[in-house]
């Protein structure tokens, strides 16, 4: 995806500064806090306090005279769907993978204790695997659902597992060895495996969003393993890890800078 064109504007620069600090901090911040962690002066900053105030996205302890986020942004950020955010930013990188591997790819997220693919596109190749929109999976019995799992604080997972058919059937032992297996694939974003329902199909998954915000989801391609074609995975997955960092970026969903 090209880079925007930088056009510097001070004075917006100036106050987005001020709200992502604001959203950094444990804490309220005073004016002296925030020109010490902004490196600015605090005359340079008021004005800008000020204005944010009055639009209601801080607020100032009247005793403590320290500022902190209102709900607002939260607001703002909840006025459409998340996933119909999600739908549009990843329409287009999605295609763009689809047509540079020539490999079907699909979009799911984790809707309770269930995998939904909430969006898909096909490969141009005339002999493909697609996954249908709105397919519902066991997510401990596929790529996607694990990697989401992983990514899971385990008081979540927990209740998913719980509700899950193929976590309820494996042993102690087997059990004790699937979460083992968890941290790895949340630590490197990326989950593979033979299809558990397919023969000579593979499934290769990478985290999309920001497990920090609670925001995140699975793309996944399916692959027919051709007779006689190369087996290099490394390239695909450098291309879907690609996918994911621009639908990540285009929802906003990066770490603060």
Same mark, same amino acid.
């Given at each position: ?14 106050? /987005? ?9 444990? %804490?309220?911040?005073?004016?002296? @806090? ?6 600015? $002066? $605090? ?17 100032? @302890?009247?005793? $403590? ?10 607001? /703002?950020? !909840?006025? !459409? ?15 763009? /993978? ?7 790819? !699909?979009?799911?997220?984790?809707? !309770? @204790? &269930? ?20 397919? %519902?999976?066991?997510?401990? =019995? ?36 699937? /979460? ?5 694939? +949340? ?5 593979? +495996? ?8 593979? @499934? ?7 497990? *920090? ?9 399916? &692959? ?12 695909? %997955? *450098?291309?879907? &890890?690609?996918?994911? =960092? ?12």
């Amino acid at each position: 995806m090209p880079k925007a064109p930088q056009y510097p504007v001070p004075a917006l620069e100036k106050g /987005l500064d001020i709200l992502e600090a604001l959203a950094s901090a444990a %804490v309220p911040l005073s004016l002296a @806090d925030l020109a010490s962690l902004l490196s600015r $002066s $605090s005359s340079e900053l008021f004005r800008m306090l000020n204005c944010l105030e009055v639009r209601g996205y801080i607020t100032r @302890d009247e005793v $403590s005279a320290k500022y902190a986020l209102t709900l607002r942004l939260y607001s /703002l950020a !909840h006025a !459409h769907s998340v996933t119909e955010k999600l739908l549009r930013a990843a329409r287009r990188p999605m295609q763009a /993978l689809t047509e540079k591997y020539r490999e079907s790819c !699909h979009l799911s997220v984790l809707e !309770h @204790d &269930r995998l939904v693919v909430v969006e898909q596109q096909e490969s141009p190749e005339r002999v493909r695997l697609s996954i249908e929109v709105g397919a %519902v999976f066991d997510p401990a =019995a596929t790529a996607s659902g694990r990697l989401l799992l992983a990514v899971l604080p385990a008081d979540q997972r927990d209740p998913v597992l719980a509700a899950s058919d193929t976590a309820g059937k494996l042993s102690a032992k087997a059990r004790t060895e699937f /979460l083992k297996s968890m941290g790895p694939v +949340a630590e490197s974003g990326l989950s593979t +495996a033979e299809s558990e329902t397919i023969e000579g199909v593979r @499934d290769v998954a990478v985290l999309v969003g920001n497990p *920090t915000l609670g925001i995140t989801a699975a793309l996944a391609v399916t &692959r027919l393993l051709r007779r006689g074609a190369p087996g290099d995975e490394a390239k695909l %997955v *450098t291309g879907m &890890r690609a996918a994911a =960092a621009e639908i990540t970026k285009t929802l906003g969903l990066g770490p603060l800078s």
